[in-house]
C-alpha cells in the first residue's frame, strides 16, 4: 500500500495570520483589560504606564496590581505611535555630599527606568561656568532638566531653562516659588522635631551648623531650630549658631568653633549628616565620648550616617524617592498636552530617626569658689 503523502504544512503570510496566531493574539490581555480589572478608565492606565505624576498613588497601585495579574505587556510600538517617545532629562550636579548625590542619582535612574526616560547627567558648578554648561545643556536639545540643591535655587541656572521653554524641576528647595515645579519637605518642621527631641533629653545648650547660606532649605532648618527654643522659653544665643556649608570640612571647622567656648553645648545638632560626622570626628580628637559628652544629630539619613560610630540620630529625607517623583513630574509636564499637572509643588514626608548618637547631657561638676 503507498503510503499517504504528508498533510500539507500551512504557513501564514504576513498580511494573514494563522487562525491559532489571531486566537493567541486576542487572548493577550489589552489596556481595556486592565482598565476593566482595576475598575478605572483606559486613559488612567495609560498613565501609569507612562509614569505620569497625576495618579494618585492608591489608583496607581491598583493599576499596578491589575497589570500583575493579567501579565499585561504594554506594547513599544503603540505606546511610540501614541506619543510616548523616549524623553531626554538632564540632571545637573553640584553638591558637596557625596552621599545625597548618590542616593538622588539611584532615584532618578530608578523612576527613568520605569517612566522610559533617558537620563543625562552633568557636572556644574556654581560660580565656574554654570550658564555656561546649562546652555550646552539646552543647545543639546534635552526636554527637561532635574535640579538637585544646591542649583535648585541657582537664579542664572533657572532663568536660562525658563528662556528657553524648557521644564525644570528644582529638589529640596525651601520656598518654591509659585510658578516652579518643585519637590521638597518641609526643613522647618523637621528641624523642630529633631531640636524638641535634643531638648526632650535635657540639653539646654544646643549648638546648631547651618547649611549653605545661599540656600532656603539651610534658613528653614535653622527657623525650625530656633522655633523650638523660642517655644521652650529658651533663649537663641547667637554664638551656638556656626556657619556651615553641607561640607564634611566645613562641619569640622564649624563643630572645632562650637567646643572652643568658654561654655560649650553639650549637644550639637547639624544641617546635614557629613557636618554631623565631621563634629563626632572632632569630638573623637577631643577626647569626648558620643554621646555621653556630647549628643550629635544630623539631617538627610545618607549612606554615611551609619557608616561611623556611633551611628548617628537624624532627619531621614527621602532624597532618593525626591529624586524619582522630580522625574515623575517632569515627564507628566512634558507627555501632557498642555504641559500642566494637578500639582506643581510636591511635599513628601520626612522621618526622625533615633539611633546611638544621643543621650541626656552629663552632669558638669560646679566650679569651686575662688
Known sequence: MAAEPPSPIAVPTPSKPSTRTARRARSAPTISDVARQAGVSPMTVSRVINGEASVRPTTRETVKAAIAALNYAPNPAARSLAGARQLRVAMLYSNPSAGFLSEFLLGSLDQASRSDVQIVVEKCELG????????????????????????????????????????????????????MLAIRIDDRAAALTMTRHIMSLGHRRIGFIMGNPNLTASSRRL????????????????????????????????????LDLSDPPTAIFSSNDD???????????RG???????????????????????????????????????????????????????????????????????????????????
Open 223 to 258: 527657623s525650625g531650630y530656633t522655633a523650638a527654643l523660642e517655644e521652650a522659653g529658651l533663649a537663641v544665643d547667637e554664638a551656638l549658631i556656626v556657619q556651615g556649608l553641607y561640607s564634611y570640612r566645613s562641619g569640622l571647622d564649624a563643630a572645632e568653633q562650637l
Open 275 to 285: 557636618m554631623a560626622a565631621a563634629t563626632v570626628a572632632v569630638a573623637h580628637r
Open 128 to 179: 565656574d561656568h554654570e550658564v555656561e554648561v546649562a546652555a550646552q545643556v539646552v543647545a543639546s536639545g534635552i526636554d527637561g532638566v532635574v535640579l538637585p540643591p544646591p542649583l535648585c535655587e541657582s537664579e542664572a541656572v533657572l532663568e536660562l531653562f525658563a528662556r528657553a521653554g524648557v521644564p525644570t524641576v528644582s529638589v529640596a528647595t525651601g520656598r518654591p516659588a509659585a510658578d
Open 288 to 370: 569626648l565620648d558620643v554621646p555621653g559628652d556630647l549628643t550629635v544629630c544630623g539631617f538627610d539619613d545618607t549612606t554615611l550616617s551609619t557608616a561611623i560610630w556611633p551611628e548617628l540620630t537624624t532627619i531621614h529625607q527621602p532624597i532618593a524617592d525626591m529624586a524619582r517623583a522630580a522625574v515623575e513630574l517632569l515627564v507628566a509636564v512634558l507627555r501632557h498636552k498642555d504641559g500642566e499637572v494637578a500639582d506643581r509643588h510636591l511635599l513628601l514626608d520626612y522621618t526622625f530617626i533615633r539611633r546611638q548618637s544621643d543621650a541626656p547631657p552629663r552632669m558638669r561638676p560646679k566650679a569651686l569658689p575662688a
